[in-house]
């Protein structure tokens, strides 16, 4: 019961931070300079026409009014028609589909990163200042300091050219076809209509890219467990642990590791932030068609739409999981109560 | 009396002596023969524990005193061997229950912490752990060490439900046969009875159940009457006593052989502190353990202890039992914290204060490591480390004053400004 009102609580507070970044975006987009009904005609146009398209797309009122249009069709999901790509698609279908593919490959790389990453973490701790440690540590460093873009264009020359084991470019085979839209993810909707083999071949070509994009809040969490379960490891409860006559793992795995973990959790669900705009390069890397494509596009032809509704869903993605970072927290911690 | 008779009794006395001697050295229980615990860190070596002796006897209450960092912690944690690197035990012997622990391996070791030799912190909030339930913590010690007695425990629980659920199947059976003459209402109250039956049937237990089933006898032993509650709680849930009664539940469990406190009661307010004294006292002799207390509180010293161990800057410098040192402390240290208790017969007097500061041990003074900070301080002092001599029975002190080869040596005369500087913290 309390557990469902402090999501509720959370849930409240997360509004106003909701509410900010639409505001803000909604506004600071408007100060772009370009116009998006000249984007819409082309080249040719009369002043018939761009007065009729200005109306058509709400522009001749005043700004404060566009706003409250605005945040009222953001709750019906009439997010506009784009006037640059796909021109007349509906922003809602153009947005979801992209959006959902950059959201597997960041949610995928965050889970495997916080995985890979505690674990070696832990072993890096257990480990301080041997080999395995200097390692562990080391290859993290490379891997936060190489910048993805560039980590993908290796990975794709050794991986896919080199050594041909992976796909290097796009999301699917061409010619496999896809599901048909239900709830615009891949996954769910492959198994929603029951074509198990497009989730393998969909999983099959997102491996390198989730990999390269995982590397960016792996040595974040690898250093954030490494530190933390250092720190742990010297508490005094660790002491009467040992003291108890645990087993060295036992110490670590049941005594230590969900004490270390409080700290992590929050530096990952920070570190998602980070993590999506990698997914941004990434997708452009690998060509996946995702939203990364779509905002540079959007940017350049004032495409106030699709650049709102990619915030919003960016602003809304992260805010989330932090919201799962919060619970998972309180999981793990019994003295946060809600 | 005859010369004869005389020397019978005489003879009878030595007897008993002897005999009293070879009852001693059976009871021993833990014997620490120069034990160094060396700290090597990158300002140097910390010569942590230097060289310290000293007998545990069982049923014995040995109170080990001195100031904050003078090596009393890491004694204590020598003997389990729990001295953390860049701590190692370079040299001495720990002989418990005639088994040298320095030479067992990690995995025998393991079963001899927590088992028969256990140990109580100083801080019962941090050493318990923030995110385990207090119930579990206690189980795991039964968990670790006593598992046959637990399956034990268990196969009885078991074979209890099993014939539970062997007279259910023959109700059942019995319905089964009767069904068709009974009437209606006669089917319903037998269906009652099935189900009545089946919600008198426990889950199966399985070993954590009877660890928590222990845990929880064994939180009643140390006076906490809603045991069963207290099970489910955090740490943080629980008062600083509580805490406290919980980590001794957590030493008593297995009835151990030696019972290390550190501190137990610095953490905790006088109430608390004296609820938590009686309390050893009582358990102590309730399971027959053999306590080391650690403090530097002499009030408790005097109050729970046999027999006083006072150590300074990593050495033993006075060893002799309770009575004795109190009423008659000689080393010039214990005589400096004995002076040092405020009372009120002494209200008019000023209170004795031992100047200078702990010394650095890194670098230790030479000779006598009090010998800066002593007042009876003789010219020999700063040159040689005193010896650990018996001068009486079963009265071990380290100081020159006391050692017959250096009766001749003068007396060091103290410079005014060496004295005032020395004053200055």
């Known amino acids: 019961m309390s557990l469902i009102k402090y999501i509720a609580r959370r849930f409240i507070a997360l509004l106003p931070v909701l509410f900010g970044v639409v505001t803000l975006t909604f506004f600071l987009s408007r100060l772009m300079p370009g116009d998006p009904v000249l984007a819409f005609l082309g080249d040719r146009w009369t002043t018939e026409q761009y007065n009729y398209q200005l109306h058509r797309l709400g522009l001749d009122k005043p700004i404060i009014e566009q706003y409250v249009i605005y945040l009222g069709d953001l709750f019906t999901g009439q997010w506009g028609i784009s006037v640059s790509i796909n021109r007349g698609q509906p922003v809602w279908d153009l947005v979801l589909e992209r959006f959902t593919r950059t959201f597997d490959i960041a949610i995928l790389a965050i889970i495997i990163s916080s995985i890979v990453g505690i674990k070696t973490g832990i072993i890096s ?21 190489i910048p993805v873009f560039w980590m993908g264009m290796i990975l794709r020359y050794i991986f ?41 071949d969909y999983l099959y070509h997102l491996i390198l890219p989730v990999f390269c994009l995982s590397f960016i809040t792996l040595a974040g969490v690898v250093r954030q467990t490494r530190s933390s379960m250092l720190e ?76 709102n509704a990619v915030v919003f869903c960016i602003t809304l993605t992260f805010v989330m999981v932090n919201l799962g970072a919060d619970l998972i927290y309180g999981l793990i911690d019994p003295r946060i109560r809600y | 009396m005859t010369l004869t008779e005389k020397k019978e009794i005489i003879e009878e006395n030595r007897k008993n002596q002897m005999k009293s001697a070879i009852k001693e050295d059976s009871n021993l229980l833990l014997q620490v023969k120069n034990l160094k615990t060396y700290f090597y860190t990158e300002e140097g070596i910390v010569k942590a524990v230097d060289g310290v002796s000293f007998n545990i006897y069982k049923n014995e209450v040995l109170g080990l005193v001195g100031e904050t960092g003078c090596g009393k912690s890491v004694t204590a944690l020598s003997i389990l061997r729990l001295v953390r690197s860049p701590g190692r035990i370079i040299e001495g012997s720990i002989e418990f229950n005639n088994i040298n622990m320095l030479e067992l391996s990690e995995e025998e070791m393991r079963s001899h912490r927590g088992n028969d030799i256990t140990m109580i912190f ?6 318990l752990n923030p995110v385990i339930l207090a119930g579990d913590q206690v189980a795991e010690v039964f968990l670790l060490h006593q598992e046959e007695e637990l399956n034990k425990i268990l196969d009885v629980h078991l074979l209890e439900r099993d014939k539970l659920v062997q007279e259910l199947k023959e109700l059942k059976k019995e319905f089964k046969e009767n069904k068709e003459q009974l009437s209606e209402t006669e089917k319903e109250e037998f269906k009652v009875k099935i189900k009545d039956f089946k919600k008198k049937i426990p889950k199966a237990p399985n070993l954590k159940d009877v660890a928590l089933e222990k845990a929880e006898q064994i939180i009643k032993e140390v006076g906490i009457a809603d045991a069963k509650q207290i099970l489910k709680r955090y740490p943080h849930e629980l008062s600083g006593g509580m805490r406290q009664r919980i980590m001794i539940a957590m030493g008593l469990s297995c009835t151990p052989l030696l019972l290390i406190a550190d501190e137990p009661t610095t953490a905790l ?34 109050e729970l202890s046999d027999r006083v161990a006072v150590m300074y800057s990593g050495n033993i410098v006075e060893y002799a039992t309770a009575e004795d040192l109190f009423k008659n402390p000689r080393h010039p240290y214990t005589q400096g914290l004995i002076g040092a208790i405020p009372s009120v017969e002494k209200k008019d007097k000023k209170l004795t204060v031992i100047r200078g500061m702990v010394p650095n041990l890194i670098y230790p003074p030479s000779g006598c490591r009090f010998h800066p900070r ?13 010896r650990f001599l018996e001068i009486d029975d079963r009265y071990f002190i380290a100081c020159h004053l006391f050692d017959p080869e250096y009766k ?18």
């Open chain 2, 269 to 302: 307010d006088v109430t608390i502190q004296a609820q938590i004294l009686d309390l050893m006292k009582n358990l102590q002799k309730k399971f027959d353990t053999s306590i080391l207390m650690i403090t530097h509180d002499l009030g408790i010293i005097a």
């Open chain 2, 408 to 425: 001749e040596s003068p007396k060091y005369q103290w410079d005014e400004t060496e004295i005032k500087e020395s004053y200055k913290v």
């Open chain 2, 374 to 386: 002593c007042t009876e301080r003789l010219e020999i002092c700063d040159k040689i480390k005193p």
């Open chain 1, 125 to 145: 701790a257990t480990n301080r200042n041997k080999p395995k440690d200097t390692i562990f540590r080391g290859m993290a460093l490379i891997g936060v300091a």
């Open chain 2, 122 to 127: 100083q801080d019962p909030l941090n050493s």
């Open chain 1, 232 to 307: 742990v490891l010297e508490q005094d409860y660790v002491r009467t642990a040992r003291a108890k006559g645990c087993k060295e793992e036992d110490v670590i795995n049941i005594h230590a590791r969900k004490n270390a973990m409080i700290p992590t959790v929050t530096v990952i669900g920070m570190s998602f932030g980070y993590l999506l705009g990698g997914a941004i390069l990434t997708e452009t890397t690998f060509n996946l068609n995702g939203v990364g494509a779509l905002v540079m596009i959007a940017i350049r032809n004032t495409d106030y739409w699709v650049l």
């Open chain 1, 160 to 200: 896919s050219y080199l050594i041909p084991i992976f796909p290097g470019l796009n999301y699917k085979n061409p010619g496999i076809g896809d599901p048909p839209i239900i709830t615009h993810f891949r996954v769910i909707d492959s198994i929603l209509s029951g074509q198990i083999y497009l989730i393998i």
